[in-house]
């Protein structure tokens, strides 16, 4: 069973790991917990017992509009509806902040996931790379 939490607590380790599994990069040493308490409205936490195996962050302009970044999902758990849960979890989240729009960005061979499974419309969007 995974348990889903708005605004959850984690340690910088469970989610640097999470995030370097997921993007497969090396662990770094993010402060995380600093980083989205400082900007976003909220996260998303998804838990098997005390196992983090789940995350997403939902960050946003200030008023309207929504994003989540870096949804994550350990590799035992994909393919099992948490990346759906957690998006469900961070919708409902930025609803209750008063957002009107919720926004993900993502290469393309993750259209089926964000579109076919979360319900995301599919729109044109632009991007500059720095």
Known sequence: ???YEWRGRFA???VTALHAEGFGHRLLADDRW???TGHSPGW?????GPELVGFVNVAWDGGAHAFVLDTLVTAAHRRTGVGRG??????????EARCEWLHVDS???????CV???????TPAGLIPL
């Open 12 to 14: 910088n380790a469970e």
């Open 107 to 113: 290469d393309d061979h993750l259209a089926p996931f």
């Open 1 to 3: 069973m995974v348990d």
């Open 86 to 95: 957690l998006v469900a979890r961070a919708a409902d989240g930025a609803r």
């Open 34 to 36: 600093g980083r989205v």
């Open 116 to 122: 076919d499974s979360c319900g995301f419309r599919p």
């Open 44 to 48: 998303v936490c998804a838990r098997s």
